[in-house]
C-alpha cells in the first residue's frame, strides 16, 4: 500500500494514537475513509468528464498515460521488459549491406581528391 512496509504503518499507527488518542482516533479514522472515498470519486467524476469529452477517435486515451513514469515504461521499457522476461524480440529484417567500390589508396604526399558540394 504506497510503498509503505510494516514498520512504516506500524509507526503511523502509535503516532496517530499520541495525536489524537484512542477515544477520537475512531473518528479520525472514519473521516479520513471519508475524504478518501469522496477523492476518489472526484477523480474518477473528471476522468469520465474527459473522456467524455474527448472526440471519437482518442476513445483508447487513459489519463494515467500522461504520469512521466507511466509514460516513459510504456514508451521506451517495453522492449527492455520483453527482453528481461525472455520473450523472444521481433526484429527488423537485416538488410544487405551497401556494397562501395574499391578505392585507390592515396600516395605518400599525395593529397585527396576536393569536393567543393562536400564542404
Do not use: C
Request: glycine share 8%.
Amino acid at each position: 500500500m504506497f510503498g509503505l512496509g510494516w514498520l512504516e504503518i506500524g509507526a503511523l499507527i502509535v503516532i496517530a494514537l499520541l495525536v489524537f488518542g484512542p477515544e477520537k482516533l475512531p473518528e479520525a479514522a472514519a473521516q479520513a475513509g471519508k475524504t478518501l472515498r469522496n477523492l476518489r470519486r472526484m477523480a474518477n467524476n473528471a476522468r469520465d468528464d474527459l473522456r467524455a469529452g474527448l472526440p471519437p477517435e482518442m476513445s483508447n486515451f487513459d489519463p494515467a498515460d500522461l504520469n512521466p513514469r507511466n509514460f516513459v515504461r510504456k514508451h521506451l521499457l517495453d522492449d527492455l521488459e520483453d527482453d528481461w522476461n525472455g520473450k523472444p524480440r521481433q526484429l527488423e529484417p537485416a538488410t544487405a549491406p551497401p556494397v562501395h567500390e574499391p578505392v585507390d589508396e592515396l600516395g605518400y604526399g599525395e593529397l585527396p581528391p576536393y569536393d567543393p558540394d562536400a564542404t
